[in-house]
């Protein structure tokens, strides 16, 4: 049996709750053949929980993209990059690659940290890699930073960062509402540069949802390369992290994860959607 190969460009989380840790999970729950390229490690100081950020050399991340690509990944996605010099070479790596779909998770903060790791990440990420993107999933925060407005609170101020992400380059785009619009539904909005769809599930506790952002795009990612359409992947995949979300655990007196096996071995989470 011949796996579609998903690759991740990403940080390392040492604790496996993010980063590549949770993309490779996803991606072997999805039967993909995952590989990856760490540009990043991220510890954790055991009595803070602080984060502390470690880039890879960049004639290692050289290296490690060389490999990867001479084993025609389908599918690529990014997570936490931490250089300018680095997103460039995940977006020479996607159009050296032959890979059909890149997605573009775009990391801006550790979870629980509030600081954008680097603001001219931001204007890289705008260059070099929307304008490539099959995808891009930010959260509210992030999708305020990508279009240089403040965090997007109501439905139609979402609508409007989305807008503005298509029109910096990515063909969809996918912004995880979340909690965080206002309501009794977890919602995302998607659009295709033609139409908007809303998708919805019942809001759940959100206390052990550390690693969704970096699954839910892992999914997107491994659905994508399966040959689902983008519309197809994004309610696939938010159905996937919603119920790992629903079934995490805690890991420690820190933090609580995601069980990326929940929709296979646990339940299967139905998601709402309509055309807005």
Same mark, same amino acid.
């Given at each position: ?18 980063? =590549? ?14 590989? +990856? ?32 690509? +001479? ?46 790791? #680097? ?19 930010? #959260? ?34 996918? =912004? ?10 977890? =919602?995302?909005? %998607? %659009? ?54 629903? #079934?995490?655990?805690?890991? #420690? ?24």
């Amino acid at each position: 049996m011949q796996l579609q190969k998903t690759l991740t460009i990403a940080g390392t989380d040492v604790s496996g709750g993010a980063g =590549i840790a949770a993309d490779l999970k996803t991606f072997q729950e999805h039967e993909t053949y995952g590989m +990856s390229v760490i540009v990043t490690t991220v510890t954790m100081d055991p009595k803070t929980w602080s984060h502390r950020v470690f880039p890879t050399a960049l004639e290692v991340v050289d290296s490690q993209i060389e490999t990867a690509l +001479s084993i025609s990944p389908d599918a690529i996605k990014t997570g936490m990059l931490p250089s300018e010099e680095v997103i460039e070479r995940a977006k020479t790596a996607f159009l050296n690659s032959g890979a059909k779909f890149f997605v573009i998770d775009p990391v801006m903060v550790c979870k629980g940290d509030d600081e954008v790791l #680097n603001p001219g990440l931001v204007d890289a990420m705008i260059e070099h890699l929307l304008p490539h993107a099959t995808i891009v999933t930010p #959260n509210l925060v992030e999708a305020g930073h990508l279009t240089r407005r403040k965090t997007p609170k109501t439905l139609d101020e979402v609508k409007e960062c989305a807008v503005e992400i298509v029109r910096q380059g990515a063909q969809h785009v996918i =912004i995880k509402g979340g909690t965080g619009i206002e309501g009794d539904k977890a =919602i995302d909005v %998607y %659009y295709d540069g033609d139409e908007f769809h809303l998708l919805t599930t019942e809001k759940i506790d959100a206390s052990y949802n550390h690693g969704a952002g970096c699954t839910f795009a892992a999914a997107i990612t491994a659905k994508l390369a399966k040959g689902e359409t983008p519309l197809e992947a994004v309610r696939s995949a938010k159905a996937f992290v919603t119920s790992a979300i629903k #079934n995490g655990w805690r890991l #420690n007196e820190h933090v609580g994860v995601v069980r990326h096996g929940a929709a296979n071995t646990v339940e299967e989470i139905k998601v709402k959607e309509e055309q807005i």
